[in-house]
């Protein structure tokens, strides 16, 4: 599904990717732990290619999204994204959000997609909210938004950029539910997270990284009861 | 002394029609000076340096010389040249607008690079293009910060249009300056003019006022 070569990424002089090489198949979920500065977070950010990258490729779907013929636009509403913080449009209301790309990009109707978004709202317990504006929203409830408007393009593969972290403790369950629930129904997905529970739980794979490598990466029940590698050991000895 | 009432009486009908002109000059230069200004804007934030460089070189000229000189330039200047008389009016038209596009370009500038990364970022992942996040999620939320500093440029531009009397256009200056000049007052004139234009800069800041109200969610 995603299949990632020597990819390389610096800003300026700091070379914050260095030769990542990772497939993702088809229905898995893939999360990727890491200490801050490790470059987990480029590295989702690379794979839509918010960040053009420096060096190798990525093959989605077999395509070649480096290449310069490709059409970004067209990839990445295969591949949709959720944000450490949200970036929902704040003046649009909690439907508009949703509605915004399928009525411009996908061209759907009005009524289609109006009816898609409050599916999606459903979906995500949020359907009250259609009418309300983001900033009315609690964290957890403006992440929802999100993965609700992420989903409206029926995308084969989320991405999630930290999605829990700038919420309040209380709010980290109901955004995870959403996210194990979205996993049961087989997306593929890759989760940059520092939440060792969903890791362990919903990862089918987990990928640590330091200092801009990939230093190993098992199933979780492996890397959690049995890292091989000294860094790993050191990392998850601070966090769990 | 006694303050002439009567002389501002009878000059009512021309500092109208002055006044008329005043606002027909100012709202149709802040018309083409938005619009400029959000073209020239736009360009001085292409990321191509050669491509965003004679935008640069507009706001540089017109924002760094005397609006004053613009005027007499255009009316004496580019005019003629294109058209072969003067038409003071026109002129007006154009030295007010190119001169406000300078300015709006740099609010629009400052509006549009205020509004946090993220909302491009969100924007683009979903396979938005780039002309389609500036229309649907940059500007509009840029715009609404844009009001305030907008407000300022439209109101400083309609007080500019009196300079307009330097080239004869009869605006309502102009019709003070005749007024002076016919019965030498000073008081009369003037403080009827600046009534007037008062009066106008006020009306715009309520409108202004009110569509920042409107324009706020929640």
């Known amino acids: 599904m995603i299949k990632v070569e020597n990819l390389k990424k610096s800003f300026g002089n700091n070379e914050v990717l260095k030769n990542i090489n990772a497939i993702v198949s088809p229905q898995e979920v893939v999360v990727v732990i890491g200490p801050s500065g490790s470059g987990k977070s480029t590295f989702l950010r690379c794979i839509n290619q918010l960040e053009t990258i420096t060096g190798g490729h990525i093959y989605i779907e077999g395509l070649d999204?480096?290449?310069k013929k490709v059409?970004?636009?067209?990839?990445?509403?295969?591949?949709?994204?959720?944000?450490?913080?949200?970036?929902?449009?704040p003046h649009k209301t909690v439907l508009e959000n949703i509605m915004l790309a399928p009525l411009k990009?996908?061209?759907?109707?009005?009524?289609?997609?109006?009816?898609?978004?409050?599916?999606?709202?459903?979906?995500v317990g949020l359907a009250e909210k259609a009418k309300a504006y983001p900033d009315s929203l609690s964290g957890g409830q403006k992440q929802r938004v999100a993965i609700a408007r992420a989903l409206a393009m029926e995308p084969k593969i989320m991405l999630f950029d930290e999605p829990t972290s700038a919420l309040d403790p209380e709010?980290?369950?109901?955004?995870?539910?959403?996210?194990?629930?979205?996993?049961?129904e087989g997306m593929t997905m890759v989760v940059v997270t520092h939440e060792m529970g969903f890791a362990k739980e919903v990862g089918d794979r987990v990928i640590f990284m330091d200092e801009g490598y990939i230093i190993e990466e098992n199933i979780p029940s492996e890397i959690f009861d049995n890292p091989q590698q000294e860094r790993t050991k050191a990392f998850l000895s601070k966090v769990l | 002394m006694s303050f002439r009432w009567d002389i501002i009486f009878e000059y009512a009908p021309f500092l109208l029609k002055g006044t008329l002109?005043?606002?027909?000059?100012?709202v149709s230069s802040i018309l083409i000076g938005t619009f400029l200004g959000l073209l020239i804007g736009l360009g001085k934030i292409i990321r191509n340096k050669v491509l965003a460089f004679p935008f640069y070189c507009y706001v540089t000229v017109f924002r760094g010389t005397p609006l004053l000189v613009q005027i007499f330039l255009i009316h004496f200047g580019v005019v003629p040249f294109f058209t072969g008389?003067?038409?003071?009016?026109?002129?007006?038209?154009?030295?007010?607008?190119?001169n406000a596009a300078a300015y709006i370009a740099e609010i629009f500038r400052a509006g549009i690079q205020s509004i946090d990364k993220g909302q491009t970022e969100g924007s683009r992942s979903l396979g938005m293009t780039h002309?389609?996040?500036?229309?649907?999620?940059?500007?509009?939320?840029?715009?609404?910060?844009?009001i305030p500093p907008l407000g300022n440029e439209f109101i400083v531009l309609l007080k500019d249009s009196s300079l307009l009397c330097v080239i004869a256009a009869p605006e309502l200056m102009y019709w003070g300056k005749a007024m002076g000049s016919q019965y030498f007052k000073v008081w009369e004139p003037y403080l009827a003019c600046a009534f007037i234009y008062l009066f106008l800069t006020l009306?715009?800041?309520?409108?202004?006022n009110r569509l920042e109200r409107r324009l706020k969610t929640e």
């Open chain 2, 21 to 26: 002109l005043t606002i027909g000059l100012s």
């Open chain 2, 85 to 98: 008389e003067t038409n003071a009016v026109a002129a007006g038209v154009i030295a007010l607008s190119l």
């Open chain 1, 65 to 67: 999204t480096t290449d």
């Open chain 1, 105 to 123: 990009v996908r061209k759907v109707s009005k009524e289609q997609a109006s009816q898609k978004g409050m599916e999606l709202l459903k979906k």
């Open chain 1, 171 to 184: 709010m980290v369950g109901e955004v995870l539910e959403v996210m194990k629930q979205l996993a049961k």
């Open chain 2, 131 to 146: 002309a389609q996040t500036m229309i649907h999620v940059v500007l509009p939320q840029a715009f609404k910060r844009m």
């Open chain 2, 203 to 208: 009306i715009l800041s309520f409108v202004l």
């Open chain 1, 71 to 89: 059409n970004i636009n067209k990839v990445r509403t295969e591949v949709g994204m959720v944000f450490q913080h949200f970036n929902l449009f």
